[in-house]
DNA sequence: TAGATTGTTAATCGATTAACAATC
DNA sequence: TAGATTGTTAATCGATTAACAATC
């Protein structure tokens, strides 16, 4: 449970993770402590923005020695919430919800995929990397009774915005959504886009325009 | 070719791509003329934003009347680099890799995937959704060849940088890199990291603290 | 102690929002 | 003409960078 809630800007929020992950990294490492600098290389910015980030968060270091590794690993798993393991569901069994399901990487920040969804009868009780795919009628109940609070949108865009009414419904808190549209819901439930498309757009644009 | 090179804002060059994919469902919908207010909530901003955004690339619309849904279009994709189809390479034909080798969505900004690389002697030679895999010891020499200024980079952490100087010494103009780690480039190169764990860990974060 | 490094304040820079004259 | 809507300027808001006293 966080001690409080602080107003972190989002550019800082999506640090965060990053600095977290080297964190775990120096841990492997055997580090004792870190710099700001050193967290900043890491996460390419400037010392002096890690130290504003993380300020945000309270107090983790100390002044003339730097960030014990240990200490702040934890406490950012705090803040992060992944302090306990998080179970996510996928919904979409598609190539892309399929790859996301068997992501290894998930565990960096303890979460796990607890099931995988979809609409489609040939699919649903096949396995795909260790997941039983469940039949998406069933996506609410399972969110309720498992207390489920994540999920992973990775539907055809024609189904995005009925799926995640559903998910809604059932209590969802968050929503990390594929789908090229724009979702409609209660302010209650937060939603990350993410188009794979668009971003290779703004990337042509960039290049083109040397941005940066 | 684009006529001059705007200097525009990243938030607003990250919109650019949504108010493209709306004017091509405007086109698709008969429509002749939109607002910027019906372009803001496509994108989820206000139209004072969509105005400014545009401004930053020129003069689309007319006072009075809006914005001509075709010639915007046209000279968006020009903006964005989307007025001819761009063939884009993906090294690792991983789940992810596979999957995003097989994505239709691509199509909507012009952009195809020309070709998946893999340095597993196991996959080099199958197909996935319609491509041969090819042998990542031949993506410089197709990158040269054929003029490939794009790559997705879906490998393993710790290949990512030893493929990546690969692509940059071939001449790559821009990497979409999947891999969880900060890519070291000449500044030539322009790099977009995606990091789905860490994007699912911001969405953590956001969930418990109820930020925006 | 001297050197290192934090946390925080102040200064700068950048992005968003509001307002409105110009235009159709 | 009157109503609608742009492009742009000015005002506000937010984020980054620089600087430095406090601390180890």
Known sequence: MPERSPKVPIPSLNRLPLYYRYLLEAREQ???VVSSEMLGDAAGVPA?????????????GRPGIGYDVMEMQKRLAEQLGLSTQKDVIVVGAGRLG?????????????????????????????RVGGLEV??????????????????????????????ADALSQAGIAAILN?????LDLPSSVVVSNEDLAARLATLSFRMIHRQE
Chains 1, 2 share one sequence.
């Open 30 to 32: 055997r580090l004792v």
């Open 48 to 60: 002096a923005q890690v130290r504003k980030d993380l300020g945000y968060l309270g107090e983790f």
């Open 98 to 126: 399929s790859a996301i399901s068997a992501y290894r990487g998930f565990a960096t920040y303890s979460m796990r995929i607890a099931a995988l969804f979809d609409s489609d009868r040939s699919k649903i009780g096949t």
């Open 134 to 163: 469940l039949d998406v009628a069933e996506v609410g109940c399972f969110v309720q009774e498992r207390g489920i609070q994540m999920a992973i949108l990775a539907v055809p865009a024609s189904m995005a915005q009925q799926v």
């Open 178 to 182: 594929f789908a090229p549209v724009k």
